[in-house]
């Protein structure tokens, strides 16, 4: 659960610097959502970021799931609307 700690702008930030394509976004129930497309060693690299979280931040567990790459996202990382 994330609350008012900037989180979707960490992730933006940290993938833009991996190189990660993808999205983040926040669920209706104060969880986030992030959607990366990289190499097993980017999504590495951005777990241990995730798992750090932005300064203020306590993240009690970072969750993988494989999904499918989305063209749309190719080159991109952004923030999407809350689900």
């Known amino acids: 659960m ?3 700690v900037g ?16 999205f983040v976004r926040n669920l209706w129930d104060g969880r986030v959502e992030v959607f990366a497309i990289g190499t097993p060693e980017q999504h590495r690299e951005l777990r241990n970021l995730l798992e750090r ?6 993240v009690t567990e970072v969750l993988e799931q494989p999904a499918l790459a989305e063209s749309q996202y190719e080159g991109v990382f952004v923030i999407n ?3």
């Not at 979280?53 to 306590?58: A, D, K, Y």
């Open 7 to 22: 989180f979707r702008f960490f992730t933006q930030r940290a993938a833009e610097k991996l190189k990660v394509s993808g």
């Open 81 to 83: 609307p809350s689900a």
């Open 53 to 58: 979280g932005p300064l203020g931040s306590e």
């Open 2 to 4: 994330v609350q008012g």
